[in-house]
């Protein structure tokens, strides 16, 4: 074999092993890097126990094979052993008051990401199963109920260095005159006689370590619900785990 073959087909050959080795050092570091940048969700809540303790600690998940390192929050449903299991509506008309009659007692329930690669797309920063976005459509309200363990999504607390696990408030950011807006955004025209036009609810509330993100959005019919604070907070306090398990 001619000697320069030799040589060249070897300082190829390393080249190759030291391009293949930094690809999996980076890698590893940008894997190690996301993880440590992931704030602890507080598993060891109380809030969270009965959860665990029914779950077994085996890893959970919400739609589609997405094993969620955050604790996901929702309404779980109602199932009477003495009688005919009933809605999810009936459950909340029952325990929080001015709840819309218009609201469907079986709502539309979607979770995103509900797949490996719609995690992947939506939110490329965070590793997988650590966000969540839970959607339930009443028809005529919206409840969406978000989390984060992304540390940028802490900054929510930053005039709050330890905020206490349940703590909810309620502010309206997006001002609109007091007007109300139906699904695509556009200002109704007469509001219901009685109604008190106020903008939509967004509420944080503390569970764990982390603080989640509440949004509620009415048409003219549940209007008085959107704009009851103590409605909100009662709708607020029933949210309780139905996803998610403690991960490395």
Same mark, same amino acid.
């Given at each position: *074999?001619?000697?320069?073959?030799?040589?060249?087909?070897?300082?190829?050959?390393? %080249?190759?092993?030291?391009?293949?080795?930094?690809?999996?050092? /980076?890698?590893?570091?940008?894997?190690?890097? @996301? $993880?440590?940048?992931?704030? =602890?969700?507080?598993?060891?809540?109380?809030?969270?126990? =009965?959860?665990?303790?029914?779950?077994?600690?085996?890893?959970?998940?919400?739609?589609?094979?997405?094993?969620?390192?955050?604790?996901?929050?929702?309404?779980?449903?109602?199932?009477?052993?003495?009688?005919?299991?009933?809605?999810?509506?009936?459950?909340?008309?029952?325990?929080?008051?001015?709840?819309?009659?218009?609201?469907?007692?079986?709502?539309?329930?979607?979770?995103?990401?509900?797949?490996?690669?719609?995690?992947?797309?939506?939110? @490329?920063?965070?590793?997988? !199963?650590?966000?969540?976005?839970?959607?339930?459509?009443?028809?005529? *309200?919206?409840?969406?109920?978000?989390? =984060?363990?992304?540390?940028?999504?802490?900054?929510?607390?930053?005039?709050?260095?330890?905020?206490?696990?349940? %703590?909810?408030?309620?502010?309206?950011?997006?001002?609109?005159?007091? %007007?109300?807006? =139906?699904?695509? !955004?556009?200002?109704?025209?007469?509001?219901?006689?009685?109604?008190?036009?106020?903008?939509?609810? $967004?509420?944080?509330?503390?569970?764990?370590?982390?603080?989640?993100?509440?949004?509620?959005?009415?048409?003219?019919?549940?209007?008085?619900? /959107?704009?009851?604070?103590?409605?909100?907070?009662?709708?607020?306090?029933?949210?309780?785990?139905?996803?998610?398990?403690?991960?490395?």
């Amino acid at each position: *074999m001619d000697i320069r073959n030799f040589y060249y087909n070897l300082i190829r050959g390393l %080249e190759l092993a030291i391009a293949i080795f930094l690809g999996v050092l /980076c890698t590893a570091v940008n894997t190690s890097l @996301a $993880q440590q940048s992931l704030t =602890d969700p507080g598993w060891d809540d109380k809030f969270f126990a =009965d959860y665990l303790e029914a779950q077994g600690n085996a890893a959970a998940s919400a739609a589609g094979g997405v094993n969620f390192s955050i604790p996901v929050l929702g309404y779980a449903g109602s199932d009477d052993a003495a009688g005919p299991p009933s809605t999810l509506g009936a459950k909340l008309t029952s325990v929080i008051p001015n709840w819309p009659a218009c609201a469907n007692g079986e709502p539309t329930v979607t979770t995103v990401p509900n797949s490996i690669e719609q995690a992947v797309g939506a939110n @490329a920063e965070s590793p997988i !199963g650590s966000w969540f976005f839970r959607t339930y459509d009443f028809d005529c *309200m919206q409840i969406v109920i978000s989390g =984060d363990r992304h540390k940028s999504n802490r900054s929510d607390n930053a005039a709050d260095d330890s905020p206490l696990s349940g %703590e909810i408030k309620i502010s309206r950011p997006r001002e609109n005159d007091r %007007e109300l807006l =139906d699904q695509e !955004g556009h200002v109704l025209g007469d509001a219901a006689p009685g109604v008190e036009l106020k903008t939509f609810p $967004q509420i944080k509330y503390v569970r764990g370590n982390l603080t989640y993100t509440v949004e509620v959005a009415c048409e003219t019919a549940a209007a008085n619900f /959107c704009g009851d604070d103590t409605a909100l907070t009662k709708a607020v306090e029933e949210l309780e785990p139905v996803a998610g398990s403690p991960q490395p």
